[in-house]
């Protein structure tokens, strides 16, 4: 099966990257190889590693540069780059790109179970292995559905949704995305039903958590500052507002400088910036952009240069 996907924020990303035909680089989200593809062309010598967890993507990389000497593909989650790359003798690279978020190839698969406008096995894995969602939305409790559907969803109704689901699984179990979509509707204010999709931010949220995707995001973000060179710089895009926040404050931590008082006469901490913002506001798509591809709308695109 073909993985496709349309790379957001392209030209910026490469751009953004300032790639040395001769560098080593890391895609650690290559999806359908759209961005480890532009990447690919700019290099001579160097080396791309085009890292995935979803099969379908590695099925789809391995066919797209079986021809190209400078790319390395590996199966696995990017949270593990460090180890993936020691495993192949490489312990340092140039540039790292995380396009962090669902693929349009998974959201546009139906029976991957991301969706709630088809009708599917309620699966959402990234990976198509481990806990299912299904398997989650009917076993957790009340309170740790309400959790996960409040922080990672940001969904206000989150208390009613959760106990919906608990009322609904006990009738049945919840086995279709359908199913969920439609106990989501039943357990929001009418209100709620016009303003777009009422399951968007609970399948989010369920999506999230069965995939540890902010844990992977946090790991994976400390993996790839590790493994950058001096002057090696980090890109990441993210999709919404949870991204968003781990992904600035981290790379602020790294940015800051002496974290003594104000009023200490001298710096007695030593600390020293490890890195240097390259946009000082994230980059977002542009209007040309967002007709030819309107799920760039809530991307937003973070660089730093480790120093």
Known sequence: MEFSH?????????????????GIYLDGTAGGGGHSGAILERLTTGKLISIDQDPDAIQTLTEKFKKNENAIIIKGNFADMKELLSQRGIGCVDGVLLDIGVSSHQLDTPERGFSFHEDAPLDMRMSQKGMTAAELVNTLPYEE????????????????????IVAAREEKPITTTLQLAEIVKENVPQRV????????KTFQAIRIAVNDELGVL??????????????????????????????????????QGCTCPKDFPVCVCGNKPKAKLVHKKPVCANETELILNPRARSAKLRICEKI
Request: net charge positive.
């Open 193 to 200: 039903r016009r303003d777009g999709h009422p399951a968007r």
């Open 6 to 22: 349309v790379p957001v924020l392209l030209a910026e990303t490469i751009e953004g990257l300032a790639i040395r035909e001769n």
């Open 145 to 164: 559905l309400r959790r996960i559907i409040f922080e990672y969803g940001e969904e206000k109704y989150a208390g009613s949704i959760a106990k919906g």
């Open 218 to 255: 946090r790991r994976g973000l400390e993996s790839a500052f590790d493994l950058l060179a001096s002057g090696g710089r980090l890109a990441v895009i993210t999709f919404h507002s949870l991204e968003d926040r781990i992904v600035k404050q981290q790379m602020a931590a790294w940015c």
